[in-house]
């Protein structure tokens, strides 16, 4: 998990765990990572479980252009929650 650190910086990686945590790394090194981090994340996870973070995106934590590029790369189609203003 250490390549993953700069993108989980204000999490302490030893409490982290990767089941427990998968939608959190999944987010963050899609968001924020390298190439490199970004492949280990897919040799870590199946596709299946990434591409369900990319269609059930964590509300606020992307943003449009993050979110569409990986929508297109893993061919899916995000559920984005709108919220309603009253």
């Known amino acids: 998990m250490k390549v993953f650190k700069p ?7 030893k ?3 990767l089941k427990n945590d998968k939608v959190r790394i999944i987010t963050n090194v899609l968001y924020w990572g390298t190439q ?3 492949k280990m994340l ?3 996870y199946d596709l ?3 591409k369900g973070v ?3 995106p ?3 934590e992307w943003n449009k ?3 569409n590029f990986w929508s297109l790369i893993l061919d899916v189609k995000p559920q984005v929650r709108v919220r309603k203003v009253s």
């Not at 993108?7 to 990686?13: E, I, R, V």
């Open 58 to 60: 964590m509300p606020g």
């Open 15 to 17: 409490k982290m765990d």
């Open 65 to 67: 252009k993050s979110l």
């Open 36 to 38: 490199e981090s970004t």
């Open 7 to 13: 993108f989980l910086w204000s999490y302490d990686l």
């Open 42 to 44: 897919f040799k870590i």
């Open 48 to 50: 299946k479980s990434i």
């Open 54 to 56: 990319v269609a059930r």
